[in-house]
């Protein structure tokens, strides 16, 4: 590309600040992309040198989970220098390139930032905890014991067990929502903010475009420490840690969402709108109150620009009614805010194994999921329809599954290698030998016989991704409200003098509803829309979409 093309591109992509709403977010795990030197570990120039594969599905951009210095013991999200890359990722000019040649290709960066603790070898940290009353003391969450030497309250970890460790150095207790390697910063702390802040500028300063911001509803504490009460064993639920997890007897009131995180995440993005067009997505991890902090935290034009909570991310397989729920949910919980759904990502068991789908049924969720009103995120292999890796317990690395196995198999199934060539080593991820391995099961889906099969969903993802694009009341638009007639969830999307009906049946038999009266035209043909009949009812085969529009007149 020409220096004025690209003057050209990286002025239409500041053009349109609010480009997030509605964009489709392609998420990479960067371990597990794609390896340019050997070493059985994904990089910043693989990710580069897959861009053409990333800009022909269409997306708007991509999140990259974190590759900042850490010791991995928790895969990056154990931050050890913030403004550094970690060398088995590259170097920061690895990472400046990477962003030049995204935008070339009109694609933006988004990245993962984990604010609410560092790792232990954090210099931050190290200072910390050397004493009582260094310049850092106050950096993360101390404690002293109670009398009998126990924990200062009954926080849990999401990872198991106490959230609290003890530290002879400080003779106090430290808190840490996950990993005992992963302290938690204390933003009650002035100095702390501040210093996060600059962390943001920073990345934004190399010309990032965006954030997701890891566990947004973790940062601040209960400031008196206060215990949280009991969860009734009816209200627990598995979509934030599995059934075997102490974490889920608790109703975490205390440990996290506190109100002042509202004034933090309004100096977030006012350092956001220092810039011509940065947007952020938050990560709520919250089983009780998800949409509603959704709401509280994208509210607004000062707090965040959209968040994503687990309602479609647990296991509760999403026939109809229950997308009507959970968009009911959001419209009474967060009718001003901004939603961005996931399906699939590097914390869950990938959605076509988790709820058992049918290709039939894979797609029509995706053209679902590319007319829902709020953003999209899609991970790295839903275009292929990767099913969940099954793995030996010898070949694991994550933490979570070690500890809870066999009865939680942990977060590596979804995050063994892509698959690029059948025909190659690793099927073509990389000469070495991986960090996890590559799954036999995915080589028959790998983007090489993809591409050569016109039917394969790989197509099917860019289709839809196309036919969002192509309709502004679909990335932008409000809609009707979202109502179930049996298997078919259906719902209208509307901006300026567009309206697109959306019908989809989600189920494996035949069903029928009134077409909605007024001069509908069909689209979406190369998805399977089905058309009204004479009657004027719709016929839906077993997962079938209908799509129609109409055009108010000036």
Request: hydrophobic share 35%; with cysteine; charged share 25%.
């Amino acid at each position: 590309m020409n220096v004025k093309a690209e003057i050209d591109m990286a002025a239409q992509m500041t053009a349109d600040k609010d480009w997030w709403r509605g964009a489709v977010i392609y998420q990479i795990y960067p371990r597990s992309y794609q390896d340019s030197n050997g070493d059985g570990i994904g990089d910043l120039l693989g990710i580069a040198n897959r861009l053409p594969h990333i800009a022909s599905l269409g997306v708007d951009a991509i999140w990259i989970s974190p590759f900042f210095t850490s010791p991995m013991k928790d895969f990056g999200y154990d931050v050890s220098d913030y403004c550094d890359v970690d060398p088995m990722f590259g170097s920061l000019a690895d990472f400046d390139a990477l962003v030049t040649q995204a935008h070339g290709h009109g694609v933006r960066i988004m990245i993962d930032l984990v604010l609410s603790h560092t790792s232990d070898q954090h210099p931050w940290f190290v200072e910390s905890r050397s004493s009582r009353d260094n310049p850092k003391a106050d950096w993360y969450v101390w404690s002293d014991p109670k009398p009998d030497g126990t924990p200062p309250n009954n926080w849990l970890s999401i990872f198991g067990g106490s959230a609290w460790q003890w530290d002879s150095r400080r003779e106090q207790y430290y808190l840490h929502n996950f990993l005992t390697s992963q302290p938690d910063l204390n933003f009650h702390c002035p100095q702390v903010q501040d210093a996060l802040l600059d962390v943001v500028r920073f990345w934004l300063d190399r010309g990032v475009d965006g954030f997701r911001l890891d566990t947004i509803n973790f940062y601040i504490h209960d400031k008196e420490l206060r215990s949280n009460p009991p969860l009734p064993p009816e209200l627990r639920d598995d979509s934030i840690a599995p059934r075997v997890n102490p974490y889920n007897h608790q109703e975490h009131i205390y440990s996290k969402n506190q109100p002042e995180n509202l004034e933090f995440l309004e100096r977030f993005r006012a350092v956001l709108d220092e810039y011509p067009a940065a947007a952020a997505v938050g990560e709520v991890g919250d089983a009780q109150r998800g949409l509603e902090i959704m709401g509280e935290y994208t509210q607004g034009d000062n707090r965040v620009h959209m968040c994503y909570s687990f309602e479609l991310l647990s296991g509760t397989y999403p026939d109809a009614a229950r997308i009507a729920k959970v968009l009911g949910d959001v419209d009474e919980k967060a009718p001003d805010g901004w939603a961005c759904w996931a399906f699939s990502n590097h914390d869950v068991p990938r959605h076509g194994s988790r709820w058992d789908l049918t290709p039939a049924a894979l797609r029509t969720l995706t053209t679902l999921m590319m007319c829902l009103r709020g953003s999209v995120c899609i991970y790295q292999g839903e275009e292929l329809g990767l099913p969940e890796a099954e793995l030996a317990l010898e070949d694991l690395q994550d933490p979570y599954g070690i500890e809870f196995w066999p009865e939680y198999k942990g977060r590596d199934g979804c995050r063994t290698p892509m698959v690029w060539d059948s025909e190659m080593v690793n099927g073509g991820f990389s000469t070495g030998v991986p960090w996890l391995p590559v799954s036999g099961e995915h080589l028959h889906r790998a983007v090489d016989v993809q591409e050569k099969d016109p039917s394969a969903i790989l197509h099917h993802y860019r289709k839809a991704i196309s036919f969002r694009r192509a309709h502004k009341a679909l990335t932008k638009g409000a809609h009707g409200g979202v109502r179930n007639d049996g298997s078919i969830v259906h719902f209208t999307r509307t901006q300026d003098r567009e309206t697109v009906f959306c019908a989809f049946n989600l189920s494996g038999d035949p069903a029928v509803m009134d077409m909605p009266e007024g001069a509908w035209f069909q689209i979406g043909l190369e998805l399977g829309s089905a058309a009204a009949q004479p009657d004027g009812k719709l016929h839906l085969g077993p997962w079938q979409p209908a799509l129609a529009v109409r055009i108010a007149p000036e």
